[in-house]
């Protein structure tokens, strides 16, 4: 058990397939096929049943350390699952823009909902992403704690009408990815020779968010500031995304190169965000990452972002600093971080008060 290369696997389609649409380019945006040795497959299925969790935590801790990404196998979570998320990702995304406009994440309280082409700027050196989605959270009632707190980014989901079989397919993936969540965060709690249950009660009631994502194809002269995803950090804690056939998502490595990272079939891409790599002072990677979709092919992808409850600390862990030497990082608490970075990324929310 273990990383293991990912041998030939390539991305997408190549300008020399039959029907492939001609692009150009930019050199920095030419994603280097080198050996993914560098993005280490692992499979977790030892951690899962709970029969061997230590050798599972020995390659977390590794791709932890030295690359922020892995591919996960062994998961549990049924292929037919995810195609049915992806067949209603695509049914929604298909529909007029009026019909997603009416369910827009800026007519919600609580950060859900559609956003359309251009509405969130992941890097502030481009124009915005190319890129529409569809955002969804613990589905909380009125009646919740939470709700009743007053707490930002908790409430009730934002649902499409005309779509029966949308809700049961988001609920069920959604429950199966906050299981598999809580599954990789015992994992890498074992990483950090901590007590296997260290996150369970930061993680209890998590700003779990599923986005469905949809990426156009691009094609002609593709510079920096119009991609589909400018480069970046993700906010929280940990990633699992599900990615389609076409590729598009690349990496940065430590040597700075952006390599690109191709689906792997019946396998998840994990990657750690910011709050993680504050927890651990640096020790595990929040990996840069972009998407350039040059399939010729409309592109789907679904990231789970996993992270901590609203007042969970992030702090240094125990054993994460150099004796005598201060953490790299001030503590802060999960919810608010994430919200200013929704703050910082969302064209809707620069225009009303924060929520």
């Not at 390539?10 to 492939?20: K, L, M, R």
């Not at 934002?158 to 949308?166: I, L, V």
């Not at 700003?207 to 119009?226: D, W």
Request: glycine share 10%; with cysteine; hydrophobic share 40%.
């Amino acid at each position: 058990m273990g990383p293991s290369a990912l041998g030939s696997i390539v991305p997408g389609a190549a300008a020399s397939d039959p029907g492939a649409v001609e692009f150009d380019l930019v050199e920095e945006l030419k994603g280097r096929e080198v050996g993914f040795d560098s993005i280490p497959v692992v499979d977790i299925s030892s951690l899962v049943d709970g029969s061997d969790e230590a050798a599972v935590a020995v390659t977390l801790r590794d791709a932890a350390e030295r690359v922020g990404f892995l591919y996960v196998t062994g998961h549990g979570i049924p292929q037919t699952m995810v195609d049915a998320m992806f067949a209603e990702a695509r049914a929604f995304f298909a529909r007029p823009l009026e019909e997603k406009m009416a369910v827009h994440i800026g007519n919600w309280p609580v950060h859900r909902g559609y956003f359309p082409l251009f509405e969130e700027n992941t890097d502030p050196a481009m124009t915005a992403d190319l890129k529409e989605g569809f955002d969804l959270g613990r589905d909380l009632g009125a009646d919740d704690p939470e709700v009743q707190a007053g707490l930002p980014l908790h409430g009730a989901n934002q649902w499409p009408e005309g779509s029966p079989t949308f809700r049961a397919a988001a609920e069920a993936y959604f429950d199966a990815l906050r299981r598999l969540g809580e599954r990789l965060m015992r994992g890498f709690a074992i990483a950090l020779e901590l007590p296997p249950g260290f996150f369970a009660d930061k993680i209890d009631r998590p700003l779990a968010q599923l986005r469905l994502l949809h990426y156009p194809p691009q094609s002609g002269h593709v510079e920096a500031r119009t991609i589909g995803c400018g480069a970046h950090t993700d906010y929280g804690c940990l990633t699992i995304l599900a990615q389609d056939s076409n590729g598009g998502l690349q990496v940065r490595n430590t040597a700075g190169e952006w390599i690109s990272a191709p689906p792997v079939p019946g396998a998840f891409v994990v990657n750690l965000g910011d709050q993680m790599g504050r927890w651990t002072n640096g020790r595990f990677q929040a990996t840069p990452h972009r998407v350039i979709n040059v399939s010729g092919r409309e592109r789907y992808s679904m990231p789970f972002f996993f992270d901590p409850n609203w007042e969970a600390e992030i702090a240094c862990l125990p054993g994460c600093a150099v004796s005598g030497e201060a953490p790299r990082y001030a503590p802060v608490l999960a919810g608010p971080y994430l919200q200013s970075r929704f703050d910082a990324t969302f064209n809707y929310r620069q225009d009303k008060p924060a929520s």
